[in-house]
């Protein structure tokens, strides 16, 4: 989910999340467990998988930059593919990004 090289489309949703790492998680670890929980590390295996190509819908950790003056703080910034998301729902598209990233335990 972490994905430096990662550019942009014109049909990518972008989020940026303010984020504090766990002692010992390193930022891109942070940021791409952010990526993946917001996204489809969360969906379930069944046997279907091979129908779905997951790294089409996942979200992708591109950048990372330490909060200025904050010690241990960083912006992850991540991109999501439009088609994640169910047309024309916000609720859906805005549960689905922040949802499941509060009380995340990895941040």
């Given at each position: ?12 949703i ?25 996204s ?7 046997w279907?998988?091979g ?18 003056g ?25 549960t ?12």
């Amino acid at each position: 989910y972490y994905t430096p090289d990662y550019e942009t489309k014109d049909t990518d949703i972008l989020a940026a999340f303010r984020v504090t790492p766990q002692p010992g998680v390193p930022p891109e670890e942070a940021g791409a467990a952010v990526a993946a929980e917001s996204s489809t590390g969360t969906w379930t295996t069944v046997w279907t998988d091979g129908l779905t190509s997951l790294d089409r819908y996942k979200g992708r950790c591109y950048h990372i930059e330490p909060v200025a003056g904050e010690e241990n703080q960083y912006i992850a910034y991540v991109a999501y593919p439009l088609n994640l998301f169910e047309e024309g729902s916000v609720t859906n598209m805005f549960t689905s990004i922040v949802g499941n990233v509060f009380g995340f335990k990895a941040l």
